[in-house]
């Protein structure tokens, strides 16, 4: 694993520009996530990008499917060198664990480790406002949140993708050792762009997250490499 906790996803619509990215910040990032934007334009090429970097790599896809669809796809994601994959709690339980064994059978026919699988609760698009009257329910979104970190836990499920405000719940419903992924941070110096209820990295760090996804603050700067650089010594000073 890698000898940080700074993923920077690839939010860029071409192999060049990833290229690009993972080449200037090859010395300080370890870890690098996919999206739908670039896996939708190229396909296993971006992974096969960062594994020949000798990089971590996070498959953000967020699948969400019948089980056995998402079962094919996560095996899929296995076998192409994923090292984390996540997908929609709102899946459902059998969903999550029909995932689990596939993770576990071709990682094993491989012989290589299990990806880390990660669920989504809800998406942080959407309000407390939005997502009662979505939903069509009266639930608190918190409640709802917890009650799905809970569920994909049981599912047998590594851990969470959760926003900062959002950890210390999911810690005190799952424990100190299920895995939670933080996007959504912004150091002081930098942009919210359309990120909302944002912490810095050191906080989101010291508020209980194994890692944070910063992007634009780094990908957007005119110094990407001196933005992760500084990002960096704020967590670890
Ligand atoms: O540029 P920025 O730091 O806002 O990028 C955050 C990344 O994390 C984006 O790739 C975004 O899609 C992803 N993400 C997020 N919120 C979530 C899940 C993923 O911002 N709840």
Same mark, same amino acid.
């Given at each position: 694993?890698?000898q ?5 996803? *690839? ?12 080449? %200037?910040?090859? #010395? /300080? +990032? @370890?870890w690098?996530?996919?999206g ?55 899946g ?8 689990r ?8 026919e *491989?012989?290589?480790?299990k990806?880390?699988l ?5 998406? %942080?698009?959407? #309000? /407390? +406002? @939005? ?12 409640d ?12 047998g499920?590594?851990?969470?993708v ?49 890692y ?10 005119d ?11 704020e967590?670890?000073?």
């Amino acid at each position: 694993m890698s000898q940080n906790q700074l993923i920077v996803p *690839l939010d860029v619509e071409n192999l060049a520009a990833a290229n690009q990215l993972v080449t %200037t910040l090859s #010395d /300080e +990032v @370890n870890w690098f996530k996919i999206g739908k934007q670039l896996f939708t334009a190229v396909g296993p090429a971006s992974v096969n990008l960062l594994r020949e970097a000798k990089k971590d790599i996070f498959l953000d896809l967020k699948f969400h499917d019948i089980p056995n669809t998402v079962a094919g796809a996560v095996a899929s994601g296995t076998k192409v060198g994923a090292n984390i994959i996540n997908l929609h709690t709102l899946g459902g339980l059998e969903m999550m664990r029909a995932a689990r064994a596939a993770a576990e059978e071709q990682a094993a026919e *491989l012989g290589i480790p299990k990806p880390t699988l990660l669920g989504v609760t809800i998406l %942080t698009s959407i #309000d /407390e +406002v @939005n997502f009662q009257r979505d939903f069509g329910t009266q639930r608190k979104l918190r409640d709802q949140i917890a009650y799905l970190a809970e569920l994909s836990q049981k599912a047998g499920l590594d851990g969470v993708v959760a926003p900062p405000l959002e950890i210390e719940v999911i810690r005190k419903v799952c424990g100190s050792d299920y895995v939670i992924v933080t996007p959504g941070v912004r150091p002081e110096w930098a942009d919210a762009d359309d990120q909302r209820r944002v912490m810095t990295p050191a906080e989101a760090i010291a508020a209980g997250a194994d890692y944070i996804v910063v992007g634009r603050p780094i990908t957007a700067s005119d110094n990407p490499r001196e933005a992760a650089q500084t990002i960096l010594q704020e967590i670890y000073k």
